[in-house]
């Protein structure tokens, strides 16, 4: 089993950045993709990006493309989400997931959740 736990997030101006971290329990992380989703009030939740195993390969979805850049650290058992040029439709709480199969946009697809971490952007 794989316990997720999501921070970073904050309040931050239009053309700001932010970096998400996930940490992940369990010695078996190096057995799942990452991925991280959104999900803003009152809309269904959003892939966002996902990171195969080893760390050599992204998917990202075209909304966050260019913008946003997926990483991870295997030794740390982390991944990160660095957020620049943020825009106030990026607004939502963001979650991170662990799952067997890369690239994956469907929740579905995904075994284990972050608690999540609220972004905001301000205009």
């Known amino acids: 089993q794989v316990q997720l736990v999501d921070s970073g997030g904050g309040l931050v101006q239009a053309g700001g950045s932010l970096r998400l971290s996930c940490a992940a329990s369990?010695?078996?992380?190096?057995?799942?993709?990452m991925a991280w989703f959104r999900q803003a009030p009152g809309k269904e939740r959003e892939f966002v990006g996902a990171?195969?195993?080893?760390?050599?390969?992204?998917y990202y979805a075209d909304s966050v493309k260019g913008r946003f850049t997926i990483s991870r650290d295997n030794a740390k058992n982390t991944v990160y989400l660095q957020t620049n040029t943020l825009k106030p439709e990026d607004t939502a709480v963001y979650y991170c997931?662990?799952?067997?199969?890369?690239?994956?946009?469907?929740?579905?697809?995904?075994?284990?959740w972050g608690q999540g971490t609220q972004v905001t952007v301000s205009s």
């Open positions: 369990g010695r078996t992380f190096t057995s799942y993709a």
């Open positions: 997931a662990a799952g067997k199969v890369f690239p994956t946009v469907r929740p579905r697809g995904y075994d284990y």
């Open positions: 990171i195969s195993r080893s760390g050599a390969s992204t």
